[in-house]
Nanobody
Framework: QVQLVESGGGLVQAGGSLRLSCALS????????MGWFRQAPGKERAFVAA????????AYADSVKGRFTISRDNAKITVYLQMNSLTPEDTAVYYC????????????????????WGQGTQVTVSS
C-alpha cells in the first residue's frame, strides 16, 4: 500500500523560507508523478506545484511561481517543495499527492487526478 509522509512544515516569518519533503513508500511498480496542494482555513484545497516522474516536467500555481520550486529524488522516491519569500497568504496545511502511471513526463494539477495523499503539514507565516 502506497503511503506518503510529509515533513518540514513549521512557523516562519514573512520573507523566510521552508523546505517541505514528502516520502513515498510501498511502491511495487509503476511511475509516480507527484504534486503539492494546500488548504487554508475556510478555503478549498488548491494546487501549488506538480512534477513528473522523470522530474523533467513541472507546473506551478501563478501565486507561487518564481518563489517555490518542486523537485524530486527518485532514489529515495521523495519530492521536495522549496518555498522562498513566504508571505502570510502562504499559510495553510500543505498536502503531498501521488498518482500511479506508466508515463515519465506527465504531471497533474487537479486534486481529483491523484490517488494517494499524505496527512498534511502545517505551514504558518507570520507578518
Amino acid at each position: 500500500q502506497v503511503q506518503l509522509v510529509e515533513s518540514g512544515g513549521g512557523l516562519v516569518q514573512a520573507g523566510g523560507s521552508l523546505r517541505l519533503s514528502c516520502a513515498l513508500s510501498g511502491r511495487s511498480f509503476g511511475n509516480f508523478p507527484m504534486g503539492w496542494f494546500r488548504q487554508a482555513p475556510g478555503k478549498e484545497r488548491a494546487f501549488v506545484a506538480a512534477i513528473s516522474w522523470s522530474g523533467g516536467s513541472t507546473a506551478y500555481a501563478d501565486s507561487v511561481k518564481g518563489r517555490f520550486t518542486i523537485s524530486r529524488d527518485n532514489a529515495k522516491i521523495t519530492v521536495y517543495l522549496q518555498m522562498n519569500s513566504l508571505t502570510p497568504e502562504d499559510t495553510a496545511v500543505y498536502y503531498c499527492a501521488a498518482k500511479k502511471t506508466y508515463t515519465e513526463s506527465s504531471y497533474y494539477t487537479r486534486a481529483d487526478e491523484y490517488t494517494y495523499w499524505g496527512q498534511g503539514t502545517q505551514v504558518t507565516v507570520s507578518s
